[in-house]
């Protein structure tokens, strides 16, 4: 309905064109930063959901997850769920890395793994993510392997490397019940906890397990229960070895403290021999 009031019409389309400015300027900050500041693409192993498509099946999901935004006791909700959930540390050094803004930090968060028992529509995870936590849009998981290795930049030296050890995990979640670690990278964790028993010092299995139980990741403890016989072998070998050396220390220590006490009795003997000596010798002039 046209307006009889030019000065209603004037407000009106001044309300409109300023409608449509800040609708293109938060198009314009979306497309440079992602939905509230999240990564401009999504990282490997995610994929966009297209617009028509939005209830998709998918059995793994992911979704970036800001502490300042998100309820006081998230972490809580998403455990009440029974998901497996593994949750990345908190990337707090994460910078852009092109447009404007590279090189300026972005919002602390986290990123999330939902994995669900069989596939689940976009429309349901969303119930979750957007309805009761209040976070950007969740994206489907295609290769969980590569999203659990992006929870600490594993794969991008680019960026920054965050701790593995500090990936937090709720509801049983194990990567290794998802995939098989390929040779290079059996060999690679082989290497890794050989490394850390050198470092550590351990000899013993019992020791070595109950380190990994308290203080390693999922990752390593599942390693190193299901290859038992080669670590319990490694640690023997290495405390036969440390036994060996202990006691051919402890022999040459003895050994020597035998010489000393042999040159200190060869010492005493002369001391004597002189001192009997001197007492025999004849007496001079004048002696008495």
């Not at 006791?73 to 050094?93: Q, V």
């Not at 070595?208 to 299901?226: C, P, R």
């Not at 060996?244 to 003895?254: G, S, W």
Request: charged fraction near 30%; aromatic fraction near 10%.
């Amino acid at each position: 309905m046209p307006y009889k009031d030019m000065d209603k019409r004037r407000e009106a389309e001044r309300r409109s064109k300023e409608k449509a400015r800040e609708k293109k300027k938060a198009a314009e900050a979306e497309a440079k930063s992602g939905p509230n500041g999240t990564d401009p693409a999504p990282p490997p192993g995610a994929k966009t959901i297209p617009a028509n498509k939005k209830d998709v099946k998918k059995r793994n999901w992911w979704f970036v997850l800001y502490p300042e935004s998100a309820p006081p006791d998230w972490r809580d909700r998403l455990r009440a769920t029974g998901l497996p959930i593994a949750i990345s540390p908190l990337h707090d050094k994460d910078v852009y890395d092109n447009g404007e803004q590279a090189g300026q930090p972005k919002k602390p968060h986290h990123h999330v793994i939902l994995a669900y028992p069989g596939p689940t529509t976009y429309s349901v995870v969303c119930k979750l993510v957007q309805g009761e936590l209040g976070q950007p849009i969740p994206q489907p998981l295609e290769a969980i392997r590569g999203g659990y290795r992006y929870l600490s930049h594993a794969d991008n030296p680019e960026k920054y490397q965050y701790d593995a050890k500090d990936i937090e995990t709720l509801n049983g979640f194990n990567i290794l019940d998802y995939v098989d670690m390929t040779a290079a990278e059996a060999v690679a964790m082989n290497k890794e906890l050989v490394s850390l028993i050198m470092e550590l010092g351990f000899a013993d299995y019992c020791d070595f397990i109950e380190y990994l139980l308290f203080n390693g990741t999922d990752v390593q403890y599942e390693y190193a229960i299901s290859h038992t016989l080669f670590f319990t072998a490694y640690l023997k070998s290495r405390w036969q070895r440390e036994k060996a050396i202990r006691e051919a220390e402890e022999k040459r220590q003895q050994e020597k403290e035998d010489r000393q006490k042999l040159s200190n009795g060869v010492d005493d003997t002369q001391a004597v021999g002189l001192s009997s000596d001197s007492t025999l010798a004849p007496k001079g002039p004048g002696s008495t």
